[in-house]
């Protein structure tokens, strides 16, 4: 079982990035992006409910990112618009097998990818 991220990167303030989650091995039945910003905690970002598309964010990205996934590659997608310096971190896919609803604790959460960065400059 493997979480690939992708899609990090340098960008300038107000554009956009995508990031990619290609999940191997398996299917999960929910899929979460979380991110750390220098000295800070790990955050959530985003969630969905692989079954119904249901998703929930972080207040800090609502309206700005979206969460998505295909189901005919196995991925998961952050689209993330209007971008802030604040959103510079390294960003990390995960996903969970057991739960049935959406849930932003990191120990929720058994299975990581190995993260992407992310650098938006102003």
């Known amino acids: 079982v493997q979480l690939q991220a992708s899609g990090g990167g340098l960008v300038q303030a107000g554009n956009s990035l995508r990031l990619s989650c290609a999940a191997s091995g398996r299917t999960f039945r929910m899929y979460t992006w979380f991110r750390r910003a220098p000295g800070k905690e790990r955050e959530f970002v985003a969630a969905?409910?692989?079954?119904?598309?249901?998703?929930y964010y972080a207040d800090s990205v609502k309206g700005r990112f979206t969460i998505s996934g295909d189901r005919t590659n196995n991925t998961v997608y952050l689209q993330m618009n209007s971008l802030k310096p604040e959103d510079t971190a390294v960003y990390y896919c995960?996903?969970?097998?057991?739960?049935?609803?959406?849930?932003?604790?990191?120990?929720?959460?058994?299975?990581w990818g190995q993260g992407t960065q992310v650098t938006v400059s102003s």
């Open positions: 995960a996903a969970d097998s057991t739960r049935r609803l959406l849930t932003n604790y990191e120990r929720d959460y058994d299975y």
């Open positions: 969905i409910m692989w079954s119904t598309s249901i998703t």
